[in-house]
């Protein structure tokens, strides 16, 4: 059994890391709540927009289809991996790491071996977890989590498709943590560039479209306008789940230095209880044989 300073000494720590635990909960707790705001306001907008932009892209024609909508071999691929700057959120960095790194090992392992393969990380955690995976990373954008806003995540999101339009780029693919509930984040891929054209009964059924102010307008300022608008809510996808993840993380482990402090308590009282004693065989002991 350990003795009473050092006891002492770990009772105070685990304290100690209670109340940074306890606090950093409620800070994650605020911050879910407006993060979580963000993302229901703008998920059934942009769910949506993006059945729009299917449907537009499926009703164009070869010769009016939008620069976004070429479809080509994928030989050369970006990945855009979002993960969070900071750590202490559980497993959500670790697992959108590994589904990034399933999908280049599933779907694209050739382009990997002839180094068609890159990277763009938002966030610095999901960049250390790469590195681990031996990725090579070509570049970041850590600095849009100080300010996360649209007209932030546009120039970013427009430098991406200007790259596809300029043929750097076959295919660019968005890996995510979805935000579902406080306790559940989705790993999710998806495809960025090209637009995926999904033909759906209401689309074949009803193949013309009446276009205002017009079918060029439309290709050429809602398409690029609703892309921007796919990868901004991926991005407040990713911050909410960040945020929930952490809540999670933080609650449980102020509930596991509750229940380690319980047990130490107890084994510090074992320990004086034992040491009281042992003091009073002592006086007892001297006591008879000063008698004797």
Sequence with gaps: MAGLKEIRIRIASVKTTRQVTSAMKIVSAAKLKKAQDAIYQIRPYANKLHGILSSISSS????????????????KVLIVLISSNRGLCGGFNTNIAKTAAKLVQEQYESQLDLGNIEFLCIGKQGMRQLKYHEFEIDDNKNDIFNELSF?????ISEEIMNAFVEGKYDRVELVYNQFKNAAVQIQTTEQFLPIEVKQDEEIKANPNFIYEPSKEYIVQELIPRILKIQFYKALLDSHAAEHGARLTAMHSATDNATELLSYLTLEYNKARQAAITGEILEIVSGAEALKG
Excluded: A, C, H, I
């Design 60 to 75: 164009l024609g070869e010769s009016e289809d939008s620069v976004y909508s070429d479809q080509r071999e994928p030989e």
């Design 151 to 155: 007209e932030n995540v546009s120039e």
